[in-house]
């Protein structure tokens, strides 16, 4: 069984930043984020590989910058030029290959317009 813990949600205004950690109690392959808004389905973020690889949703790119300290077992999402439709549950997940395995309890990240 693999624990995630999240943190760095909070509330921030339209285009600051905000950063998000998530560490994990054992290594494992890929690890990233996916979130959800009030009345939507879960949403895809970001991923990164144990190389170092990474992708992203749609939604995101070039705003968003996902890394991982593997040492640390740590994945943290650095999130830039924000806006309200990012307002949302953000949920770290770990996979032994790509689908997520273990998911974390979620950290609110809420943009004010």
């Known amino acids: 069984q693999v624990q995630l813990v999240e943190s760095g949600g909070g509330l921030v205004q339209a285009g600051g930043s905000l950063r998000l950690s998530c560490v994990a109690s054992t290594s494992i392959f890929n690890m990233g984020w996916y979130r959800q808004a009030p009345g939507k389905q879960r949403e895809f973020v970001a991923a990164?590989?144990?190389?170092?690889?990474?992708r992203y949703g749609d939604s995101v790119k070039g705003r968003f910058t996902i890394s991982r300290d593997s040492a640390k077992n740590t994945v943290s999402l650095q999130m830039n030029s924000l806006k309200p439709e990012d307002t949302a549950i953000y949920f770290c997940?770990?996979?032994?290959?790509?689908?997520?395995?273990?998911w974390g309890r979620g950290t609110q990240v809420t943009v004010s317009s």
């Open positions: 990164v590989g144990s190389g170092g690889s990474t």
């Open positions: 997940y770990a996979a032994r290959i790509v689908v997520p395995d273990y």
